[in-house]
């Protein structure tokens, strides 16, 4: 009986430790992360790794576009792609997310995550 | 009393008398001169008529002008000199009968005469202290209503303008003296949406039409040049006896300054509150690491405690530089102070500015770093040493900085089965800031080398 195939999760953090510890904590779950420190690498990645079904982004990053403008491009390549953002610093609206896409605040459980990825990927299989 | 009742000539002797307050002796000898000219000349051309008539005006003079001592002088001197003229040598007591009754008559009704008139110099001196004092208050209040650091104005209750203050006119960029009510509209106040005030809406307004009272409301200004000005407005109307508006008073204050020192603290407190729980994020990414990796609790909380220190070491570097740019020379030699070096840890590069990210990052995969050189590698015997150095490099997107942590003459470390808590870090490390990071075991040492883009580094 062959394994099930592991959902795979695109992380995009700029701080290690927070990244190390999401992505340390989505594995222990039983998912294959991918990682990504802004958001044109998380881009980049998306267009290696065709078969990423979560994403889960912070939005304070450097670089051109922030997490929840990273969403909104990524709802249009992928409108089937669970997002997933989270933040320190602002409570993002529901409004400004795109369809489908969820809120999580800072500091926020690993298993936690890693359970609503797993409910978010479920319910759009 | 008012000037105007009074003919000028006379307020000018009252004036004058007043001012030059002339010595007794001049006064007296005046009054004298004066009395005995009036004497001669009643003898020689009135004759015998009306004797004592022509000394009502002298005295009155006297009293007015020289003040009641000096009149009731004059009042005694011209009987005097009246009964010597009128007198007759024959006469057993040189005047007669009812000559010493007019006489006596003459003192007493024209000493009242004198004592009114001095009444009537001193109610004048006092008239004119009193238009002193209010001339004098009334510049002390023009001066403190002219240079008021606030700006000031008085309207009647036509809507005219009676006083405005020249700080008015500077906080409105315009002169809005003339007109009548209307001219409210020139001061051009907005909403926050950037609407107009209606006429109706100034409280300037509201105060003349409606008695009502405001105090201290957010007032915002469209000057002339485009720019806009937060102030309060505060406007009081005035009433006159009957209870009807006579006026109002309007204080425009100048907030501009203080509102953007709120508006910074706002900035900054959000910011703070943003640092806190990316703090609090990597304090719960330390804490679930360290839990995992440790063998036995005692492990743990030694891992756990550690770590904690060499983070609070280096938010303690960025709260020495206002949680700004730091240097990364001072981050890496913060990190690594408690390390027993005993000269054995060499640390150079050259000057970088690291934000507050990397710094605690630098400094968490440093303390991972110094504590397995410590327990497995080359600080763990003498002859071990520690070479951390840095440089700055071009690459086609930009500059980066080349860090190595080299290990050398340390026993040989062999890689463990499992990725710990430190590879980890120093694996995301290299990413997170826009470059590379390499991690081996070498014999001759263990290496970590990692690039970072030196703009990413400065990142808060």
């Known amino acids: 009986m062959p394994d099930r195939k592991k959902t795979v999760v695109l992380v995009v953090e700029d701080e290690p430790l927070i990244l190390m510890d999401a992505m340390q904590s989505l594995e222990d779950a039983g998912f294959d992360v991918i990682d990504a420190y802004d958001s044109e690498h998380a881009l980049m990645r998306l267009s290696e790794r065709p078969d990423i079904d979560a994403v889960f982004t912070d939005v304070n990053m450097p670089g051109r576009f922030d997490g929840v403008q990273l969403a909104r491009m990524v709802s249009e390549r992928r409108p089937d792609m669970v997002i997933l953002v989270t933040s320190g610093a602002i409570k993002v609206q529901r409004a400004d997310l795109p369809e489908g896409g969820q809120f999580i605040p800072k500091p926020y459980r690993g298993e936690h995550v890693a359970r609503l990825i797993e409910e978010l990927v479920g319910a759009g299989a | ?460």
């Open chain 2, 1 to 460: 009393m008012t000037d105007t009742d009074m003919s000028p000539l006379l307020d000018r002797l009252l004036s004058w008398s007043l001012e030059r307050s002339l010595s007794a002796w001049i006064r007296y000898s005046i009054t004298t001169v004066v009395i005995i000219a009036v004497g001669l000349f009643r003898m020689l051309i009135v004759g015998s008529i009306v004797p004592w008539l022509l000394f009502i005006p002298v005295v009155l003079t006297a009293g007015l002008l020289l003040g009641r001592g000096t009149g009731i002088y004059a009042t005694l001197l011209s009987a005097a000199v009246a009964g010597l003229s009128i007198g007759d040598p024959a006469e057993q007591f040189w005047l007669t009968g009812p000559q010493w009754i007019g006489t006596t008559l003459f003192v007493l009704v024209v000493s009242g005469v004198a004592i009114l008139a001095a009444e009537l110099r001193a109610v004048f001196a006092r008239a004119q202290r009193l238009g002193i004092a209010k001339g004098a208050a009334e510049a002390s209040l023009n001066a403190v209503f002219e240079n008021a650091p606030v700006g000031l104005s008085l309207a009647a209750a036509s809507g005219k303008s009676v006083l405005i203050n020249e700080q008015m006119r500077r906080l409105l960029g315009r002169d809005i003296s003339q007109g009548g009510i209307d001219r409210y509209l020139g001061v051009n106040a907005i909403h926050d949406d950037g609407s107009s005030y209606t006429l109706g809406e100034y409280p300037q307004v509201d105060a003349i039409r409606h008695g009502v009272e405001t105090h201290a409301a957010p007032f915002l200004i469209e000057r002339p040049d485009s720019s806009r000005l937060r102030t309060e407005i505060s406007s009081v109307p005035l009433y006159g006896r009957d209870g009807a508006v006579t006026g109002a008073v309007s204080v425009i204050v100048d907030v501009e300054e203080r509102e953007r020192a709120v508006d910074h603290q706002t900035l900054l407190i959000g910011e703070l509150a943003h640092r806190m729980k990316n703090t609090m994020a990597m304090v719960q990414a330390i804490v679930h690491q360290s839990l995992r990796s440790a063998g036995t609790l005692a492990e743990a909380r030694e891992s756990v405690i550690s770590r904690f220190e060499a983070l609070v070491r280096a938010q303690d570097l960025l709260t020495s530089a206002d949680w700004r740019l730091t240097n990364l020379d001072a981050v890496v030699r913060g990190a690594l102070e408690t390390v027993n070096g005993d000269g054995r840890l060499l640390i150079a590069g050259c000057p970088v500015e690291v934000g507050a990210r990397a710094a605690m990052s630098f400094t968490l995969v440093l303390h991972e770093l110094a504590t397995n050189a410590l327990k497995y590698g080359a600080l763990s015997i003498p002859t071990g040493r520690v070479e951390v150095r840095w440089r700055e490099e071009g690459t086609e997107t930009g500059r980066s900085v080349v860090f190595t942590w080299q290990e050398l003459g340390g026993p040989v470390v062999l890689p463990p089965s499992r990725k710990g808590f430190g590879t980890r870090l120093i694996d995301s490390m290299g990413r997170g800031f826009g470059g590379q990071s390499e991690f081996q075991y070498d014999p001759t040492g263990v290496r970590w080398q990692a690039s970072a883009d030196t703009e990413r580094l400065k990142t808060t």
